[in-house]
């Protein structure tokens, strides 16, 4: 129980860390949000007039005080371009790339695990060099240019799925996986190559260990000793490489919905950038960091019930 709240703590600390990191950086950056909304022609009394409007001429740690008290509240702020709730505008898209990153983390273990085993079952042969080999190819390709190949071929070619056809979960959640299983293939695929190696490598690792020596001494059958001894320890690793590759996946996810046309965070954030709207680039940030921090907490935590020796 220690163990645990002492994460959680680490967890809300590093939150906190996070936040000061973020808020201030932007503040120091040049230009002012109030002159990009309303353009290069505006008089510095209007500029002014809107700065003070939105709170920018008050003290940055005034600001970084009520920012942080309404983050506590669930309450980011104002959008300065959308002119509404950042919480609310934000809400609207988080569907779509949670909905997108939890398949692409699905697909990764329903096709990186059995494959991983099988690279393992497998190893030194031709088989298996030539798997590790394309392994080695799709783990260098990049999520959105896979997403790019992937709309050219089932998209264009075969015509599987329609090119920016994408529906709302909201309006029918079966069309809406049918269309987000490409885009997910797309994040999955590196992951995939990523996982299936380190299991087969951490798989051949455990089956040299004396305990498997040990076991088949007793006269246990080949297939009892891989599945209750060997896969069990080498899942260990992998379980915190998945967990921690979550919060990877929904950073992937804003880059691929570009390429698919998925009206997710990526599209508010990309525009948010270009029209300096601090108040949705920090929730985003921030949201962000948090499913890094937990994801790794629920690692840690999943690491501890494996091994209750962890406790650092």
């Given at each position: 129980?220690?163990?645990?709240?002492?994460?959680?703590?680490?967890?809300?600390?590093?939150?906190?860390?996070?936040?000061?990191?973020?808020?201030?950086?932007?503040?120091?950056?040049?230009?002012?949000?109030?002159?990009?909304?309303?353009?290069?022609?505006?008089?510095?009394?209007?500029?002014?007039?809107?700065?003070?409007?939105?709170?920018?001429?008050?003290?940055?740690?005034?600001?970084?005080?009520?920012?942080?008290?309404?983050?506590?509240?669930?309450?980011?702020?104002?959008?300065?371009?959308?002119?509404?709730?950042?919480?609310?505008?934000?809400?609207?898209?988080?569907?779509?790339?949670?909905?997108?990153?939890?398949?692409?983390?699905?697909?990764?273990?329903?096709?990186?695990?059995?494959?991983?085993?099988?690279?393992?079952?497998?190893?030194?042969?031709?088989?298996?060099?030539?798997?590790?080999?394309?392994?080695?190819?799709?783990?260098?390709?990049?999520?959105?240019?896979?997403?790019?190949?992937?709309?050219?071929?089932?998209?264009?070619?075969?015509?599987?799925?329609?090119?920016?056809?994408?529906?709302?979960?909201?309006?029918s959640l079966i069309r809406c996986i049918g269309?987000?299983?490409?885009?997910?293939?797309?994040?999955?695929?590196?992951?995939?190559?990523?996982?299936?190696?380190?299991?087969?490598?951490?798989?051949?690792?455990?089956?040299?260990?004396?305990?498997?020596?040990?076991?088949?001494?007793?006269?246990?059958?080949?297939?009892?000793?891989?599945?209750?001894?060997?896969?069990?320890?080498?899942?260990i690793p992998v379980i915190t490489f998945l967990?921690?590759?979550?919060?990877?996946?929904?950073?992937?996810?804003?880059?691929?919905?570009?390429?698919?046309?998925?009206?997710?965070?990526?599209?508010?954030?990309?525009?948010?950038?270009?029209?300096?709207?601090?108040?949705?680039?920090?929730?985003?940030?921030?949201?962000?960091?948090?499913?890094?921090?937990?994801?790794?907490?629920?690692?840690?935590?999943?690491?501890?019930?494996?091994?209750?020796?962890?406790?650092?």
């Amino acid at each position: 129980m220690r163990y645990a709240l002492r994460k959680i703590a680490t967890m809300f600390i590093t939150l906190f860390f996070v936040s000061v990191i973020v808020f201030f950086s932007f503040s120091l950056i040049p230009g002012s949000p109030a002159m990009n909304k309303l353009g290069t022609e505006a008089t510095p009394e209007s500029i002014k007039a809107l700065e003070h409007e939105m709170g920018l001429d008050r003290p940055v740690a005034e600001r970084y005080g009520k920012w942080l008290l309404g983050v506590v509240r669930g309450d980011f702020g104002k959008s300065y371009s959308y002119n509404q709730p950042v919480t609310k505008l934000i809400a609207d898209k988080l569907g779509a790339t949670l909905l997108l990153s939890v398949m692409a983390i699905a697909i990764t273990i329903l096709v990186s695990i059995p494959l991983g085993i099988f690279m393992a079952r497998k190893s030194d042969t031709k088989l298996d060099i030539f798997l590790s080999g394309f392994n080695q190819l799709i783990m260098a390709v990049p999520s959105f240019f896979s997403g790019i190949l992937i709309t050219l071929i089932f998209g264009v070619v075969l015509r599987v799925f329609v090119p920016g056809g994408y529906i709302s979960y909201k309006t029918s959640l079966i069309r809406c996986i049918g269309y987000l299983v490409f885009p997910a293939f797309a994040i999955a695929l590196p992951k995939i190559s990523m996982v299936s190696k380190l299991l087969k490598d951490t798989v051949m690792a455990e089956s040299g260990k004396d305990y498997v020596r040990t076991a088949y001494s007793r006269g246990n059958r080949t297939k009892s000793v891989f599945y209750k001894h060997v896969l069990f320890n080498a899942l260990i690793p992998v379980i915190t490489f998945l967990g921690m590759a979550f919060a990877d996946i929904i950073a992937g996810s804003i880059i691929v919905e570009q390429v698919f046309s998925v009206p997710g965070m990526g599209r508010i954030l990309l525009s948010s950038i270009s029209g300096r709207d601090y108040p949705v680039i920090e929730a985003i940030i921030l949201l962000l960091a948090f499913f890094v921090v937990l994801s790794n907490l629920i690692v840690d935590l999943l690491y501890h019930k494996f091994d209750p020796r962890i406790n650092v």
